[in-house]
Antibody, heavy 120, light 110 residues
């Protein structure tokens, strides 16, 4: 059974860089699929951030592209996200998820989500 | 402002049917078959309910169905049950490897 688990610092200061990791169990990320990040500000809707494949094939939300680094570590079966220049508008629950990629960009397995608050 | 437009709320009584709309453009919903719907209960992660406009992943009840007409996709929940009360989000491929979501619809079972 595919399971994803995010970990994060919880609190980030304005202008700093957010670093998140997502442990994947029950499936080897080097076996296929893209793996992505989606966020949800409190009380608001979902926003896709970026997705990547172990081959390096990567997609970005155009509005966030300049601030995002997304990586896969196949040795640890982990997905990571770095989001720079954080502001209060980046306060959200961040989810990692498996992305069907070119087959439709559907997200079928999700982590439970981790709340990231941007505050000094 | 979400790229796809959904009504903020919808409701129905147990056993009834309810349809939630999702309006986009010819650059997303109207241009690709990659339209999906997600269900999200409070405090939980979203769950994929419909993909490729009409298909259901294994385990999703056939009470959930999807359709599309032009630039508008729809999710219909038939035979409403109490556990269907949740937020529902539509999503579409928008070209150039971009994915967009709707703002969400809160479904209330009366």
């Amino acid at each position: 059974q595919v399971q994803l688990q995010e970990s994060s610092p919880g609190l980030v200061k304005p202008s700093e860089t957010l670093s998140l990791t997502c442990n994947v169990t029950g499936y080897s990320i080097s076996s296929g699929y893209h793996w992505g990040w989606i966020r949800q500000p409190p009380g608001k809707g979902l926003e896709w951030i970026a997705s990547t494949h172990y081959t390096g094939d990567t997609f970005y939300n155009p509005s966030l592209k300049n601030r995002v680094t997304i990586l896969l570590d196949t040795s640890k079966n982990q997905l990571s996200l770095k989001l720079s220049s954080m502001t209060a508008a980046d306060t959200a629950v961040y989810y990692c998820a498996r992305d069907w990629g070119y087959s439709g960009h559907y997200f079928d397995y999700w982590g439970q989500g981790t709340l990231v608050t941007v505050s000094s | 402002q979400s790229a796809l437009t959904q009504p903020p709320s919808a409701s129905g009584s147990p056993g009834q049917s309810v349809t939630i709309s999702c309006t986009g453009t010819s650059s997303d919903i109207g241009g690709y078959k990659y339209v999906s719907w997600y269900q999200q209960h409070p405090g939980k992660a979203p769950k994929l309910m419909i993909y490729e406009i009409t298909k259901r992943p294994s385990g999703v009840p056939d009470r959930f169905s999807g359709s599309r007409s032009g630039n508008t996709a729809s999710l219909t929940v038939s035979g409403l049950q109490a556990e269907d009360e949740a937020d529902y989000y539509c999503s579409s491929y928008a070209g150039s490897n971009n994915v967009v979501f709707g703002g969400g619809t809160k479904l209330t079972v009366l």
